[in-house]
């Protein structure tokens, strides 16, 4: 197909010019993504701003908060605290009432572009809304539904830097000039100077980025001995080669068990806790027996494992997985779909996806 670039049409492939200035364009949307250094209230203000007048609603009030925790709990508070006043709810007045931290916070928000006022957000924020217990006191059971559902109001900021440097590069490296890229921008300028929101009709409550992001060379968030993420409040997440996990499981890994991984629902946070553990152990704590080897690590093999809650053993699938490395997954004795025996590995991979022994054929290229 012939390449064509307008101001309105791009089509046709990339060139290897082009091909060369995306991948610069990639690396600095990354850079972007695994941003550390502190928010700027000047950039991310006006940015959110534009986004509210974009979609034609009115100026918010622009609340900078210092980690996704604090955000999600006083998005609940603030938004039921909205709901109740506009309702004119004795709710509202219970919770206007209950404690004036709020009403400091509100007076304190109003300009979020002055410094001084940003950092009277962050302690009045922080002092009211940093766990459940103080949202339920500012804003009573209505508040921690509201913050259960923060993520029907929220956006990824710079964690969402993959859709934004696509959209981006087509006018930025394509040469596309359309009429939506200036309402664009300011959802563009938001990714890169702020990380997640929460968006109200009244207010916009904004994360700081991170304190530091670990990752591993695949750019996977990962840290053997400690947080992969940290803000500066001191909130945490923990990741093993891109898997949430535990933090139990980072900081006392000697002590983590086979039997306490393998009682783990997911299979993804399973398969992490296993490598946490090491194969050679969670086979040795459990007594590991190959019941059949297909002989090959894509279907893998059926082993059988003594759980001590039961009183039988319990039959296991080690596999290699592309996505996960190996997995091991628990199988019943009995196939539930053809109620079959299940005593190979191959009539186990059957089980696992709902076929029928008779009609499963295992793929010969898996991704």
């Known amino acids: 197909m012939k390449i064509i670039r307008t101001k309105t049409e791009a089509k046709g492939g ?3 010019q082009e091909k060369a200035k995306l991948d610069l364009y990639a690396k600095e949307w990354i850079a972007i993504a695994l941003r550390t250094a502190p928010i700027e209230a000047e950039k991310i203000v006006p940015a959110i701003e534009g986004i509210y007048a974009a979609a034609k609603l009115k100026k918010p009030r622009v609340v900078i908060v210092p980690s996704p925790r604090v955000m999600a709990f006083a998005y609940g508070a603030s938004a039921w605290i909205w709901h109740c006043r506009k309702n004119k709810s004795d709710a509202a007045t219970r919770a206007a009432t209950v404690d004036a931290t709020y009403d400091a916070t509100y007076a304190a928000t109003v300009d979020a572009t002055d410094a001084a006022t940003v950092d009277a957000t962050y302690a009045a924020t922080n002092a009211a809304t940093y766990d459940a217990k103080q949202c339920f006191t500012l804003a009573g059971e209505g508040g921690i ?5 923060w993520g029907r109001a929220y956006q990824g900021g710079n964690m969402w830097a993959g859709w934004v440097s696509y959209l981006a590069a087509f006018r930025d490296v394509l040469g596309l000039d359309l009429p939506e890229h200036k309402k664009f921008k300011h959802y563009e300028d938001a990714a890169r100077h702020g990380g997640f929101r929460v968006m109200h009709e009244e207010f916009c409550i904004v994360s700081d980025f991170p304190e530091f992001i670990k990752i591993d060379d695949g750019n996977r968030p990962h840290c053997e001995n400690g947080p992969s993420h940290k803000w500066r409040d001191g909130w945490a997440l923990y990741h093993w080669h891109g898997v949430k996990v535990p933090k139990e499981w980072i900081l006392n890994s000697e002590k983590l068990t086979a039997i306490e991984v393998l009682k783990t629902e997911d299979v993804e946070q399973r398969a992490a806790g296993c490598e946490i553990v090491g194969w050679e152990k969670i086979e040795k704590e459990l007594g590991a027996k190959i019941i059949n080897d297909s002989g090959s690590d894509d279907i893998g093999k059926l082993i059988e494992m003594q759980l001590p809650e039961l009183s039988n053993s319990g039959l296991f699938l080690k596999a290699w997985c592309p996505r ?15 109620q079959l025996p299940i005593d190979t590995a191959l009539k186990a991979q059957a089980w696992r996806i709902g076929d029928r022994q008779d009609e499963y054929v295992h793929p010969t290229v898996r991704t």
């Open 14 to 16: 990339i060139t290897p």
């Open 145 to 149: 539904r509201c913050a259960k559902s």
């Open 324 to 338: 996960n490395g190996w997995i091991y997954e628990g199988v019943p004795h009995v196939s539930d779909v053809d």
